[in-house]
Each structure stands twice: as C-alpha cells, then as structure tokens.
C-alpha cells in the first residue's frame, strides 16, 4: 500500500464490516481450489507490502501446507511514494527500505526460498498506469495457463491498485491463467453490503490462528508504514483501524 489514507477519513470500521449480511454471505474456498495443486501462484503487488496485506495469509497457508508449488511475486513499484515531501523518508532511502521490509516480511510468513522467485520492476510509485502496455507484455510473456494470477482488485480504489488489477485482467485473457482479485483500499472506502462489491464473486479463505498470526508478524516488518512521519506529521499508513480490517481471519477474493 502507498500514499497515506488517500481519502481522507478513517474510512468504514471493522465493527460494521462484521455486521455486513453481503460478507458473511461469502462462501468459504479451500486452499486446494484456490492454488489447485501443480500451479503455480504468481502474486502482483502494486507496492512492496499489497502481497503480504492481500494474501499474507494465503502465503502462510501454502508455507505451512509444504506442497512443491512454485511461487512468484512481482513487485511492480519500490513503494517511494508512501512518504510525499517527507525528509526522514525521502524517496532513495525509501526504495531501500520497503525493499529489505518485504523481505523481512516474505521470511516472517515462512516461505521456502528454494520455491520463491521475485521480481522488482520499479515502476513509478503513482504511476502504474502510465507503464501499464509494459506491464501487461510482460505479464502474458511469463504467465501460464496452469497458473493463479493474484493482482489486486481492479475497482480497488486506489490509482496503482486499479492499473495493477486492470492489467493482469487482460494478461490472464490472454493466456488462459486464472486470475484472483483482492480488495484492500475498498474495505477503507465501501459500505458493508455496498452493491460496488462483487459480492456474487467473492470467496473467503479462513486462516487458521497460526496463519494469521504470521501475517501480522509480516505486517510489522513494515516499519516505515507503521509510524508517524515525524518530519511532516503525516500520520501511519497502516494505522489500527486498516489494521483491523485486513486482519480478520480471512482473507476475501474475488473470482
């Protein structure tokens, strides 16, 4: 995630979310329909924390399960744009620690390095759509058909969020992968049962304890994301309540 509560306001409260009939409406999916066993899963994060926010906990479901599943990651900005006119995180020093933070956070959910391959693009930070024919060449030149493509959601919300989604919808098209879409700025921005949500394709993967407790050790290797700038005064961009909501024990998809 990036660009510190680009909407203003604390956004809608985990309290609501659990009262919301559309969520829990949502039927649960296995980890095996999910990432099917023999595919790979190759996660689009738009910023160098979106892969542990959106799918920390899936992550720490197929460490734990031990399957010979190859995963990918594909971090499509260095996340520089986080801290706007900041000078304790200036955009040099930033690339260089959003980089060492998601690796800090990929180990803490337990991933078998033998089996993980990453790839950092570094694209503008706020300016994904402008690299999007780029980005989405390069998609279906790697992507194959056997393969789970997770982006998230295309109506997310946020600038990047929606260029990422937008461009793994088409390379998914394109070559037959399937692709997964995870909302992370709409649970700021839309209403309990907001017919905005694509209720209808929404799925819950429920996290064991264990799961979710290693997403959030993930979560707080994210440091420069989880304190105020003391230099502008800017507040958290994972604060408590975003906090909340991204680690209910589950995480939703959309198929």
């Known amino acids: 995630m990036s660009q ?85 995180w200036p955009q040099a020093r930033l690339r260089a620690q959003r980089r060492l933070e998601s690796e800090y956070a990929v180990a ?15 694209l503008v930070d706020g300016g994904v759509a402008e690299g999007s024919e780029a980005l989405i060449a390069l998609l279906s030149e790697d992507l194959r058909p056997s393969d789970v493509l997770l982006s998230t959601w295309r109506h997310d919300g946020h600038c990047d969020h929606e260029a990422v989604g937008h461009c793994a919808a088409q390379a998914a098209a394109s070559t037959g992968a399937t692709l997964v879409e995870v909302p992370i700025w709409a649970w700021h921005w839309a209403e309990p049962n907001d017919p905005r949500i694509p209720w209808e394709q929404a799925r819950k993967l429920m996290l064991s304890d264990e799961q979710l407790a290693r997403k959030r050790r993930a979560i707080t290797s994210h440091a420069s994301q989880l304190q105020t700038d003391t230099s502008t005064g800017a507040l958290p961009v994972l604060d408590a309540v975003t906090l909340d909501r991204l680690l209910q024990p589950f995480e939703l998809v959309f198929l």
């Open 4 to 88: 510190a509560q680009p909407f203003g306001v604390a956004g809608t409260p985990l309290s609501q979310w659990q009262d919301s009939t559309a969520l829990r409406g949502a039927q649960a999916i296995s980890l095996e329909a999910l990432v099917p066993p023999g595919s790979r899963l190759v996660v689009l994060a738009p910023h160098p924390d979106d892969e542990v926010l959106a799918c920390g906990g899936l992550l720490a479901a197929m460490a734990m399960a031990g399957r010979e599943q190859e995963i990918q990651l594909i971090s499509v900005t260095d996340g520089e744009g986080s801290h706007p006119g900041s000078s304790q």
């Open 108 to 122: 803490a959910l337990g991933l078998d390095e033998s089996r993980l391959s990453w790839h950092r693009l570094s």
